[in-house]
């Protein structure tokens, strides 16, 4: 909260995401960008946060797709913060940004989110791949790595903190599967920072869900 300062501070914030939106996608961060970051995951005020993730939602709702999430270099500084700052903990520093974005390269992460059918025989996530499809050419772009994580439980989505990488779980022999999420795991540096790509889901060779991206539109 800001107190009496709350309507200048939510204007200084929202000045902050609108410069943020005013650059393109780009896996060299450099100290100014950084430090925009480190701002917009210390605002104390939830809708700063809110508004400046929502562009890094696509909704898709096609069953089991519920939605795609992106995390770039940009964002994973300013979850980074968020979660230092959900933790109490001390300032976030340039050094320890960089130390988060060495750790992790240039990538691109591409989550899907997923929920089955209630009665579904799933166990386990099934083989669903997550391919970058560039317009207007259509060829597929396939990810370094891929993680499928199960979930059995219903999801936990509120807050404006919430990450989006799934918590690990454990479960109990014959526990019901009722959705999970897939990591994918992209290589940011070939990738056309003003181009758009389609994030296709597809089971072998069906396609089940895709949803359009503009990198250009992403910090």
Same mark, same amino acid.
């Given at each position: 909260m800001c107190g009496s300062w709350e309507l200048r501070c939510l204007l200084a914030a929202m000045l902050v995401i609108a410069a943020g939106r005013g650059a393109a996608y780009d896996t060299a961060i450099g100290a100014e960008a950084i430090a925009e970051a480190i701002r917009i995951g210390q605002s104390r005020i939830d809708r700063v946060r809110v508004d400046y993730h929502r562009a890094y939602r696509l909704d898709v709702r096609v069953p089991p797709v519920d939605y795609v999430e992106l995390v770039t270099p940009f964002r994973r500084?300013? !979850?980074?913060?968020?979660?230092?700052?959900?933790?109490?903990?001390?300032? *976030?520093? &340039? $050094?320890?940004? $960089?130390?988060? @974005?060495?750790?992790?390269? &240039?990538?691109?992460?591409? !989550? /899907?989110? !997923?929920? *089955?059918?209630? $009665?579904?025989?799933?166990?386990?996530? +099934?083989?669903?791949?997550?391919?970058?499809?560039?317009?207007? =050419?259509? =060829? @597929?772009i396939r990810p370094r790595s891929l993680r499928r994580v199960p979930r059995f439980s219903p999801r936990?989505? =509120?807050g404006p903190t919430r990450s989006p990488y799934p918590a690990p779980w454990v479960t109990a022999?014959? &526990? +019901?599967? !009722?959705?999970?999420? @897939? /990591?994918?795991? *992209?290589?940011?540096? +070939?990738?056309?920072? $003003?181009?758009?790509?389609?994030? /296709?889901?597809?089971?072998?060779?069906?396609e089940l869900a895709r949803a359009t991206v503009a990198l250009a539109s992403l910090r």
């Open positions: 500084v300013v !979850l980074a913060v968020e979660e230092r700052e959900a933790l109490g903990g001390r300032a *976030f520093r &340039q $050094q320890e940004a $960089q130390a988060v @974005l060495a750790g992790h390269g &240039q990538t691109l992460d591409v !989550l /899907v989110e !997923l929920t *089955f059918h209630p $009665q579904n025989a799933h166990v386990g996530v +099934p083989a669903y791949e997550v391919l970058l499809a560039s317009r207007p =050419s259509g =060829s @597929l936990l989505d =509120s022999s014959g &526990q +019901p599967t !009722l959705g999970g999420t @897939l /990591v994918a795991s *992209f290589d940011g540096a +070939p990738l056309d920072a $003003q181009a758009t790509y389609d994030v /296709v889901v597809r089971e072998k060779e069906t």
